[in-house]
């Protein structure tokens, strides 16, 4: 009976000692529970879901520390404007060169056997999209199979892209010389567009009109060509 008494007290002294041991892990491991509120965390403190606890390495109360949640604020403005910077040179790309047919072209003769007699000649895109245009255009005057060539006098700019948009409008003009010998008569003439490699497209057949909207004869012994621009040349 003595040994059986023996078993039974250790029995129930281990089965306590299991449950004091049990009670302690639980209590290094998760905190009391009586502190605990209904949703998950101490009151006023951090919720668990923000907590870290980090075991000390000999025992003891584990350390609390709170998670840092800071998220830093996107910088739009910076976005915006590569964003921006990247939508326009994507715009800029897509932008085809005028090759002239989409061109409707105008030329009045001013200043007919004066000072600064030139050919105005107006490009006006009819086309629902921009293009560009760059250098001057080709143009043979009369029944000449010589390409005109550029101005000397001319301002420089002429490897300028220039975007003509649905409507819009590019200018240029041919620079009439009158000699006393190799002179030269016409009312019309051929332009058309050339790219920056030189290269041009298909020439239309113009008539040079006066100032009272009739065909308009003009005479040359040398003549040359300026640069594209936005703004009428000789318009004084």
Not at 76 to 105: N, P, W
């Amino acid at each position: 009976m003595r040994t059986s008494r023996i078993r039974t007290i250790t029995a129930a002294a281990a089965a306590a000692t299991a449950t004091l041991a049990l009670t302690l892990t639980l209590t290094a491991a998760g905190g009391s529970t009586a502190a605990t509120g209904g949703n998950g965390g101490t009151d006023g403190a951090t919720p668990r879901a923000m907590v870290h606890r980090t075991a000390p390495p000999h025992g003891g109360s584990p350390t609390v520390k709170p998670t840092s949640k800071t998220t830093s604020k996107p910088d739009f403005s910076t976005r915006f404007h590569a964003l921006k910077a990247i939508t326009g040179k994507a715009a800029a790309a897509d932008v085809r060169a005028c090759d002239g047919q989409e061109m409707s072209y105008s030329v009045l003769h001013r200043f007919p056997k004066q000072n600064g007699e030139h050919l105005l000649i107006t490009a006006k895109n009819t086309d629902s999209k921009p293009c560009w245009v760059t250098s001057y255009p080709s143009v043979m005057l009369g029944d000449s199979v010589n390409v005109l060539p550029h101005s000397d006098k001319d301002a420089p700019g002429g490897n300028t892209r220039i975007t003509v948009q649905p409507g819009g409008k590019v200018y240029s003009a041919v620079a009439l010389f009158s000699g006393n010998v190799n002179t030269h008569t016409s009312e019309e003439f051929s332009v058309a567009m050339r790219d920056q490699t030189g290269d041009t497209g298909p020439a239309v057949e113009q008539t040079s009109f006066g100032s009272d909207g009739t065909p308009s004869k003009f005479t040359w012994t040398e003549a040359s060509v300026l640069n594209w621009n936005t703004a009428k040349p000789y318009d004084f």
